[in-house]
């Protein structure tokens, strides 16, 4: 019963990050009362944005316009 109790609360955790982090930094909008969680969302947000395009000079190209 402790470890489902413990799991949950993991799960309720991780979805109000989310949530927050959908709320907030993704719309360009700091986070009230909380500065610290705000620099840590966009630095989050950069390096996913940035994962998901890769550098500029290691594209290819594919010879299709």
Same mark, same amino acid.
């Given at each position: 019963m402790f470890v489902i109790? $413990?799991?949950l609360m993991v799960v309720l955790g991780l979805a109000?990050?989310?949530?927050v982090f959908v709320a907030f930094p993704h719309?360009?909008?700091?986070?009230?009362?909380?500065d610290?969680?705000?620099?840590?969302?966009?630095r989050?947000?950069?390096?996913? $944005?940035?994962?998901?395009?890769?550098?500029?000079d290691s594209r290819r190209p594919t010879g299709r316009d």
């Open positions: 109790a $413990i799991s109000a990050l989310v949530a719309q360009g909008k700091d986070i009230p009362r909380a610290w969680l705000t620099g840590a969302m966009h989050s947000s950069d390096r996913v $944005i940035e994962y998901l395009e890769g550098p500029l």
